[in-house]
């Protein structure tokens, strides 16, 4: 079923993202959203005092699945993080579109990442995403696919709703923004080639 009904539930799922980065913060998603402005401002001046959990280099949100690019800082960082985070989305999805039970089917599923090459190149395939899961259809769409990390990427610094993003580890590994963005794109026809070879579009 798909995760992301409506444009504001990918964008209520990065905040999520953003929020649940940090160590110890002081009140859930939930209510943090709630919040009057200045309570609200408290809050965010609180959480840039506690440490990060987790460093995040790269993500796609699909209509019924995500990928990250995520390396943990703290022991078992990663799993706090995702959990929070899907334990948040989940209840704010059921009481907006009324239904109960869980939402994902399993907490998540990982690869550890052992070298550089494959740390840029599972950038890249997290950014293919959309393409070779057949959601956008033109190559050059992929540069502005709103729900993933690589427009951060595409103008060298980071936009409004992926503040959460380290880019320069990926980045120094490149010229320039139009050097990684080439990287990418190269590969965007093989890649989807290959998935198409062995799945339908819609099973993705």
């Given at each position: 079923?798909?995760l992301?009904?409506h444009h504001t ?5 990065l ?11 002081p009140?859930r ?10 309570a ?16 995040i280099?790269?993500y796609c949100l ?10 943990e ?16 989305y989940?209840k704010?999805?059921?009481t ?5 039970g869980a ?16 740390f840029?190149?599972?950038a ?6 959309p393409?070779t899961?057949?959601i956008?259809?033109n190559?050059?769409?992929i ?10 990427y ?12 380290n880019v320069?580890?990926i980045?120094?590994q490149?010229?320039?923004?139009e050097?990684?963005?080439k990287f ?7 890649q ?12 993705l």
């Open positions: 079923m798909p992301f009904p539930d990918y964008q209520h799922f905040e999520i993202l953003h929020y649940y980065r940090y160590f110890n913060p009140v998603f939930s209510i943090f959203n709630r919040l009057p402005i200045e609200n401002k408290h809050v965010i001046e609180q959480l840039k005092t506690s440490p990060a959990i987790v460093d280099y790269a699909m209509p019924t699945h995500f990928h990250f690019l995520i390396k800082i703290v022991e078992g960082g990663i799993s706090i993080y995702l959990r929070r985070s899907q334990n948040s989940a704010y999805f059921n907006k579109y009324k239904r109960s939402l994902f089917q399993s907490m998540f599923k990982s690869t550890r990442i052992e070298h550089e090459e494959q840029i190149h599972t890249r395939y997290i950014h293919l995403n393409f899961g057949g956008i259809r190559i050059n769409e540069l502005t696919y709103p729900w993933s990390s690589m427009h951060a595409c103008t060298h610094r980071v936009c409004a709703d992926t503040t959460f993003i320069n580890p980045l120094t490149f010229t320039s923004p050097e990684l963005q990418t794109l190269d590969q965007a026809d093989y989807r080639s290959l998935i198409s070879t062995n799945y339908n579009f819609e099973e």
